[in-house]
């Protein structure tokens, strides 16, 4: 399978400790997006990376949540001292962009849920 | 900033058409998306449009009119299958061009 691959598919957590989520894109794109979503909502942005370099993170975005990308390629989303509120589904996307503005199909993985308990 | 409207929920019967509305206000357009998620799944990508008028893909449509800040998701022929969660996206200049989401309409297709 080629798309977009996400580990765990579930965690469950006790609040305050930390969590990391994996997502391998597809490999020829060079965008990779973090999304949350929760129940009844749309998949909210949290950041994204052109290639390993992050070039935007959503102003909401507690600090406790920091992401990588190394090499560009696999990217990983931390959540220190999880809170009850981080309960939610992260979904992660990859697409392939000509130019900043320009479109790209978003592909998404099947997501990581966190239960924060 | 950046705002996206569409109703909550649609019901519609199998075989009959359906149209998703969606409005939307934006400092900068760069296109409108749309996608799907079925309960427990990935959204997947239905349409886009970057310029007014209608695209056509297969069953589903999309149209857009940038004066109105409007567009819209016409599903023709509808499928039990359809039932699923109707997204549509924007992308933002003020969070770095990345995809905003609107909150989704909830397709509920019967017999």
């Known amino acids: 399978d080629t798309g977009v691959s996400q580990n765990p598919r579930h965690k469950i957590t006790k609040r305050g400790q930390n969590v990391t989520f994996r997502c391998d894109p597809i490999?020829?794109?060079?965008?990779l997006y973090w999304y949350r979503q929760t129940l009844g909502q749309g998949p909210e942005f949290l950041t994204y990376?052109?290639?390993?370099?992050?070039?935007?993170k959503s102003r909401l975005l507690s600090d406790r949540f920091s992401a990588e990308r190394p090499k560009g390629s696999f990217s990983t989303l931390e959540i220190q001292r999880t809170e009850q509120g981080d309960s939610a589904m992260y979904l992660c996307?990859?697409?392939?962009?000509?130019?900043?503005?320009?479109?790209?199909?978003?592909?998404f993985g099947e997501g990581s849920r966190l239960t924060v308990l | 900033g950046q705002s996206l409207e569409q109703p909550s929920e649609v019901t519609a019967v199998e075989g009959a058409i359906v149209q998703i509305n969606c409005t939307y206000q934006?400092?900068?357009?760069?296109?409108l998306s749309w996608y799907q998620q079925h309960d427990g799944g990935a959204p997947t990508f239905l349409s886009y449009?970057?310029?007014?008028g209608l695209e056509e893909t297969g069953r589903f449509s999309s149209f857009l009119s940038r004066s109105d800040s409007y567009g819209y998701l016409l599903l023709q022929e509808l499928q039990m299958k359809d039932s699923a969660s109707y997204f549509c996206?924007?992308?933002?200049?003020?969070?770095?061009?990345?995809?905003?989401f609107g909150k989704g309409t909830s397709l509920l297709v019967t017999p």
């Open positions: 996307a990859s697409s392939l962009v000509k130019d900043r503005a320009g479109f790209g199909e978003l592909f």
């Open positions: 490999s020829e794109h060079n965008r």
């Open positions: 990376f052109q290639n390993e370099a992050q070039l935007e």
């Open positions: 934006t400092s900068g357009f760069y296109g």
């Open positions: 449009n970057g310029l007014d």
């Open positions: 996206a924007l992308k933002a200049p003020d969070s770095g061009y990345a995809l905003n």
